[in-house]
């Protein structure tokens, strides 16, 4: 089901199925959130947990064994249930059971709680250890956002930029998209502004770091726009379906990113991985500024 939270600017709807949003609305009846056409692409806002990315051949090793995970991990597909609900927040909780232990053996409890104030909707993650070893995942969002957000406007006229001009290093993928390490500046002579182009995403997703915190897709012909800051996460990346014209773009902060190519990740090992103790919790997120 989904649940609706609103204040006098924005009216968002989240599912219970992934605790993924639906639909980011102003109060002139703008939406701003992809709908999920699935002629490119069916997903809106997906959370990724207990991974980011793809693993290889889809498996991990912990402790000797053998496991395996879908691509960004199993929180997509599970039912949250509601834990607190007002007028303008809603918290959604996973909690482990048996399916996840099967496939990822730990014990946890995974909350997602959207708070809306004024234009803005904050998006928080807490991870809590509820088992007896160090939980290990990683964290990370992907929400699309529908571009033009105008009438009369294109995809073309519309770009991402920094706050501040940076020395932007993009993540390297093979052509499966895995990690290669050997990520290259992303622009000579710095990134602040990124014009949007279809053929950018040709090769998939442009993943960077070294980067502000904030990112804000906008266009100097419209007055309606996007910012997200993302404290806690080192990466930000752009996207939309492959070799397409599709009308969005992804912008997805990750606290993580996919295994390397050609290798079976162990999780103890596994690069750049939260290790939370038993009995801690763990916050991160990210806020969606409506323009």
């Given at each position: ?5 609103q ?19 102003s ?5 701003y ?11 809106r ?49 996973l ?24 234009s ?26 529908n ?99 599709a ?45």
């Amino acid at each position: 089901m989904n649940y609706t939270i609103q204040n006098e600017q924005l009216t968002v709807e989240i599912s219970d199925l992934g605790a993924e949003l639906m639909s980011i609305k102003s109060n002139d009846g703008t939406e701003y959130l992809w709908q999920g056409d699935e002629k490119y692409w069916a997903g809106r806002a997906p959370i990724m947990f207990p991974i980011c990315g793809r693993l290889w051949e889809g498996n991990y090793t912990y402790l000797g064994k053998t496991y395996s995970l879908p691509n960004h991990g199993f929180a997509r597909k599970s039912l949250f249930t509601l834990k607190s609900a007002a007028k303008s927040f809603i918290t959604l909780e996973l909690k482990s059971n048996e399916d996840t232990r099967a496939v990822y053996p730990f014990d946890f409890v995974f909350d997602v709680t959207f708070t809306l104030n004024e234009s803005k909707l904050d998006v928080k993650y807490e991870v809590k250890n509820q088992g007896e070893n160090d939980l290990i995942f990683s964290v990370g969002g992907h929400p699309a956002f529908n571009v033009p957000l105008e009438k009369g406007l294109s995809f073309e006229d519309y770009y991402v930029s920094f706050d501040r001009t940076c020395d932007a290093v993009r993540v390297d993928f093979s052509d499966t998209c895995f990690l290669t390490h050997n990520d290259p500046i992303y622009k000579s002579g710095g990134t602040k502004r990124i014009d949007l182009r279809h053929d950018l995403f040709d090769n998939d997703a442009i993943f960077l770091y070294n980067v502000p915190k904030k990112i804000s897709l906008g266009s100097d012909k419209g007055t309606k726009g996007v910012t997200l800051t993302y404290e806690g996460m080192k990466y930000i990346g752009l996207w939309h379906a492959v070799k397409t014209d599709a009308p969005y773009v992804c912008i997805e902060p990750w606290s993580s990113v996919p295994a390397t190519d050609g290798k079976t990740d162990d999780l103890m090992t596994k690069e750049e991985m939260i290790h939370l103790p038993c009995g801690y919790s763990y916050k991160n997120g990210y806020a969606i500024e409506i323009k």
